[in-house]
C-alpha cells in the first residue's frame, strides 16, 4: 500500500482515493473501513455526548451551507479512532469478507497516520490480551459449566426419589389404623420384631418408615403416662 496523497492522510475521514491497493483484497479491505468508519460517525452524531455541538470560529472561506453546520464532537474522531469503538472492526472484517477483524485492524495500522499508531496498537493488544484470557480460561469454564449440569441433574433425581418417597409415605395408614393392625399381627402369633416389616411390605414402603410412626406413638404414649 503506497500513499497517493500525504496530505490527507492526516484528515479524520479515510479516503479510499488516497491510496493504492496493491490487490482486490486490500481494496476491499480499504472500502470497507472507509465505510464502517463513516457509519459509525453518522451513528455519533445522534449520542447526547459524541453529537454535542462544539462552536467554532470563523477560518478561511467557508461556503454558506458550511457556516450553518456546526461540527460536534464526532466530527473530531480520527477514522482509527473511529475503527476501534463499539464492534466497527468486526464490521470492517464482515463487509470486506475477512475471517477475523485482525486482518483488518493490521491493515489498518499501515495506512493508520503516525499520529493514530498508538491508538490502534492499544486496541490490538488488548483485544489479543482478552483473546489469550478466553482461551486460558475456556477450559475452566467448561468444567464449572459440566460440573452445573452434573448438581442440576443430581437435584433433579433427588427431587424424583423424594418425591416417590412421598408417595410411598402418603400411602401408610393413619397411626390408628396402623397400631390397629399390629395388633392383629400380634394376636395372630407374629413376634413384635417382624409386625414392621409385614406391614411395610403390606403398603410398599421401608420397614424403617413403619418403625419410625410407631417409635413416635410409643414416645408420645409415654410422656402422656409421666404426665
Known amino acids: 500500500m503506497n500513499l497517493a496523497v500525504l496530505t490527507s492522510a492526516t484528515t479524520t475521514k479515510l479516503d479510499p482515493a488516497d491510496f493504492e491497493p496493491a490487490n482486490s483484497k486490500e481494496l476491499?479491505?480499504?472500502?470497507?473501513?472507509?465505510?464502517?468508519?463513516?457509519?459509525?460517525?453518522?451513528?455519533?452524531?445522534?449520542?447526547?455526548?459524541?453529537g454535542a455541538r462544539i462552536p467554532t470560529p470563523p477560518r478561511g472561506l467557508r461556503t454558506v451551507?458550511?457556516?450553518?453546520?456546526p461540527l460536534t464532537v464526532a466530527d473530531y474522531l480520527p477514522w482509527p479512532a473511529l475503527l476501534t469503538m463499539d464492534r466497527c472492526a468486526d464490521d470492517a472484517a464482515r463487509r470486506s469478507g475477512c475471517e477475523d477483524r485482525q486482518t483488518v485492524l493490521d491493515f489498518a495500522l499501515s495506512i493508520c497516520p503516525i499520529e493514530q499508531?498508538?491508538?490502534?496498537?492499544?486496541?490490538?493488544?488488548?483485544?489479543?490480551?482478552?483473546?489469550?484470557?478466553?482461551k486460558i480460561l475456556s477450559p475452566l469454564i467448561r468444567g464449572l459449566k459440566d460440573?452445573?449440569?452434573?448438581?442440576?441433574?443430581?437435584?433433579?433425581?433427588?427431587?424424583?426419589?423424594s418425591a416417590?418417597?412421598?408417595?410411598?409415605?402418603?400411602?401408610?395408614?393413619?397411626?390408628?389404623?396402623?397400631?390397629?393392625?399390629?395388633?392383629?399381627?400380634?394376636?395372630?402369633?407374629?413376634d413384635l420384631k417382624e409386625t414392621a416389616g409385614i406391614l411395610a411390605r403390606r403398603y410398599g414402603v421401608d420397614a424403617s418408615t413403619i418403625r419410625r410412626k410407631l417409635r413416635g406413638a410409643t414416645i408420645n404414649q409415654a410422656k402422656g403416662s409421666q404426665q
Not at 491508538?119 to 478466553?134: D, G, H, M, P, R
Not at 460440573?147 to 426419589?161: L, N
Not at 416417590?164 to 407374629?190: C, I, Y
Open 147 to 161: 460440573k452445573e449440569a452434573r448438581i442440576k441433574q443430581g437435584a433433579s433425581v433427588g427431587g424424583v426419589k
Open 65 to 69: 451551507a458550511q457556516r450553518g453546520q
Open 28 to 50: 476491499g479491505m480499504l472500502l470497507a473501513i472507509a465505510e464502517a468508519t463513516e457509519e459509525k460517525r453518522t451513528a455519533l452524531r445522534d449520542d447526547p455526548s459524541w
Open 117 to 134: 499508531w498508538m491508538t490502534l496498537l492499544n486496541f490490538t493488544a488488548q483485544y489479543s490480551a482478552i483473546t489469550k484470557v478466553a
Open 164 to 190: 416417590r418417597e412421598r408417595q410411598k409415605k402418603s400411602n401408610v395408614p393413619q397411626l390408628a389404623k396402623l397400631l390397629q393392625e399390629r395388633q392383629g399381627l400380634l394376636d395372630s402369633g407374629k
